[in-house]
Nanobody, 120 residues
Framework: QVQFVESGGGLVQPGGSLRLSCAVSGSIFRAYAMGWYRQAPGKQRELVARITNGGSTNYVDTVKGRFTVSRDNANNTVYLQMNSLKPEGTAVYYC??????????????WGQGTQVTVSS
């Protein structure tokens, strides 16, 4: 069974940067696209960045040009570099393996996530 363990969140000022990491257990990592989701208070969870097993990436419009998703297939880890953070980026960030472009369908159970708070 695949498991996801997210880390790297914290409190950052607007305009700051954070790098999130997600360790993925199980043998499925290289076969699937990986994605970063976030859930802000009172809102639905949304897919913000996705990377295929071949390395192609796509992003939700609100983070394009500021977030970069990458993966290390040798270490079963996916990263999210977040620059120029805005207060609306405050959310719990999760990773999973999205099975479609929208992220509505995904492979595994949710991990505990990592809290990102953007505030001065």
């Amino acid at each position: 069974q695949v498991q996801f363990v997210e880390s790297g969140g914290g409190l950052v000022q607007p305009g700051g940067s954070l790098r999130l990491s997600c360790a993925v257990s199980g043998s499925i990592f290289r076969a699937y696209a990986m994605g970063w989701y976030r859930q802000a208070p009172g809102k639905q969870r949304e897919l913000v960045a996705r990377i295929t097993n071949g390395g192609s990436t796509n992003y939700v419009d609100t983070v394009k040009g500021r977030f970069t998703v990458s993966r290390d297939n040798a270490n079963n880890t996916v990263y999210l570099q977040m620059n120029s953070l805005k207060p609306e980026g405050t959310a719990v960030y999760y990773c999973n393996a999205p099975l479609d472009n929208s992220g509505s369908y995904y492979l595994g159970s949710w991990g505990q996530g990592t809290q990102v708070t953007v505030s001065s």
